[in-house]
């Protein structure tokens, strides 16, 4: 049996990951509700702004133009919805791909998160690394 999981290299492959993901988040007890109780997301526009945003990050389409913090900024949440969020993220990937843009993915996702946190002051500015360079 080949085992072996495919990297993201194609539209497809995009679309397969935010379908998987999002359908992992609507399962999920903390993060559904956040979704489609608090902000009823429209799950038939917004799957295809998610796709265009990971696209041009990992495929460099750039096919996205939006502004992604702003729909977050005053969302009800917490840090414990950010780590299931990432939790459900590297899952996802995980069970689903593998390679350099795989990683890529799980690294960059990590990333926002926490940027979204700090400006949300959900997680004390000493605990990114960027800031402590950026202090030095
Ligand atoms: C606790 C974690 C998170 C929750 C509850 C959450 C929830 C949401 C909600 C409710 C929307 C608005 C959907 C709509 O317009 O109907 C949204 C949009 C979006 N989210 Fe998140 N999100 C989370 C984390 C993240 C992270 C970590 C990223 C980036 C890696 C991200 C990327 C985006 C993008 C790109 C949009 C679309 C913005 C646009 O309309 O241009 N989200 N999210």
Known sequence: MNTEKPDIRTEEDIKRMVDAFYDLVNQDDLL?????????????????????????????????????????????????HFDRWMELFVKNIDDLFEGEIAEMSKARA???????????????????????????
């Open 32 to 80: 559904s509700p956040v979704f489609n109780g608090h902000a009823h997301v429209n799950w038939e526009t917004h799957l295809p702004i998610m796709y265009k945003f990971w696209s041009s990050i990992l495929l460099g389409s750039s096919t996205y133009t939006g502004q992604p913090f702003p729909k977050h900024a005053f969302l009800p949440v917490e840090k414990a």
């Open 110 to 136: 990590i990333n926002m998160a926490r940027v979204f946190q700090l400006k949300m002051g959900l997680i004390p500015r000493g605990d990114n690394p960027f800031y402590l360079v950026e202090k030095k």
